[in-house]
């Protein structure tokens, strides 16, 4: 069964780079059909796509977000990263990774639990 | 950007009743590229519809979806306990992908 887990600091400081891990288990990050995707929820609001990645590198970025996100792969391992930077406390947020079905339609399937990041000195 | 508007923000219903929950959008999307998605509090979302009216693997079939163009429709045809929860519809017809803002179908 497939899953996924994010993993991270939960504490960032205004100004400074976010950086999280999603680690796929039970299947491999060079399957195919999917992207891998990252989400993020501020508190009491809702989803907010950051951007999406295929195995082979192959990025797509929310506008919005775009000139701050980084997203990388590293299938020897199984994961994959997002880096956010400057941030502030508009950033506050849980964080998801997901598994991203990427073939019109699209959509996302496997979902990890999520990670709260507090951007706060 | 298509934006996404859920009506209603809030659906106050009792468990047995059907619920229909409204996503409209700012431009038309392909019907392929509406989804639904259902989150408890303090869980991460979960798949319910892709393609407007396909049922995800493990959904039940009081879940139904519907719709084209700018206007999508979730039904729930008896809500039960444990459907109460928070709705989101996505869209991936035009970048960003985008979701709506959610609507919350509580307890009466």
């Known amino acids: 069964q497939l899953q996924l887990q994010e993993s991270g600091p939960g504490l960032v400081k205004p100004s400074e780079t976010l950086s999280l891990t999603c680690t796929v288990s039970?299947?491999?990050?060079?399957?195919?059909?999917?992207?891998w995707g990252w989400i993020r929820q501020p508190p009491g609001k809702g989803l907010e796509w950051i951007g999406s990645?295929?195995?082979?590198?192959?990025?797509y970025y929310n506008p919005s977000l775009k000139s701050r996100v980084t997203i990388s792969v590293d299938t020897s391992k199984n994961q994959f990263s997002l880096k956010l930077s400057s941030v502030t406390a508009a950033d506050t947020a849980v964080y998801y990774c997901a598994r991203d079905f990427w073939s019109g339609p699209y959509y996302m399937d496997v979902w990890g639990n999520g990670t709260t990041v507090t951007v706060s000195s | 950007e298509i934006v996404l508007t859920q009506s209603p923000g809030t659906l106050s219903l009792s468990p047995g009743e059907r619920a229909t929950l409204s996503c409209r959008a700012s431009q038309s999307v392909s019907s392929s590229y509406l989804t639904w998605y259902q989150q408890k509090p303090g869980q991460a979302p979960r798949l319910l519809i892709y393609?407007?009216?396909s049922r995800a693997t493990g959904i039940p079939d009081r879940f139904s979806g519907s719709g084209s163009g700018t206007d999508f429709t979730l039904t729930i045809s008896r809500l039960e306990p444990e459907d109460f929860a928070v709705y989101y519809c996505q869209q991936y017809g035009s970048s960003p992908r985008t979701f709506g803002q959610g609507t919350n179908v509580e307890i009466k």
């Open positions: 990645i295929y195995y082979s590198g192959s990025t």
């Open positions: 039970g299947g491999s990050i060079s399957s195919g059909t999917y992207y």
């Open positions: 393609d407007a009216s």
